[in-house]
């Protein structure tokens, strides 16, 4: 099972990324995939998860109508639209396999498989 984060990089602050998260060694259809982040020197935060289905998507409250999650199952891979982008979004993002999706800032939980992270910086 691999799970392998991609899209990361400098970005202008108010510009744009998409990050994704290519899974491999299983079927994605049965699984809920998480987005995670860590800021140099903070504790890593839960940003957004996406059902199996799809059909329910979670958000941090301070990426809420920033960032967009989806899935392409018959592509095994899951995507993070970033819009707006703020100097506070600066981490390392990580995707990650959980249990299930919360609708909390926790945003999930029982993560058994961690991709490696991507890069993400904005800044002028």
């Known amino acids: 099972v691999q799970l392998q984060a991609s899209g990361g990089g400098l970005v202008l602050p108010g510009g744009s990324l998409r990050l994704s998260c290519a899974a491999s060694?299983?079927?994605?259809?049965?699984?809920?995939i998480a987005w995670f982040r860590q800021a140099p020197g903070k504790e890593r935060e839960g940003v957004s998860c996406?059902?199996?289905?799809?059909?329910?998507?979670y958000y941090a409250h301070s990426v809420k109508g920033r960032f967009t999650m989806s899935r392409d199952n018959a592509k095994n891979t899951v995507y993070l639209q970033m819009n707006s982008l703020k100097p506070d979004d600066t981490a390392v993002y990580y995707c990650?396999?959980?249990?299930?999706?919360?609708?909390?800032?926790?945003?999930?939980?029982?993560?058994?498989?961690w991709g490696k992270g991507t890069l993400v910086t904005v800044s002028s």
């Open positions: 990650a396999r959980p249990r299930a999706c919360l609708s909390t800032n926790t945003i999930a939980y029982g993560m058994d498989y």
């Open positions: 060694g299983f079927t994605l259809d049965y699984y809920h």
């Open positions: 996406i059902s199996s289905s799809g059909g329910t998507t």
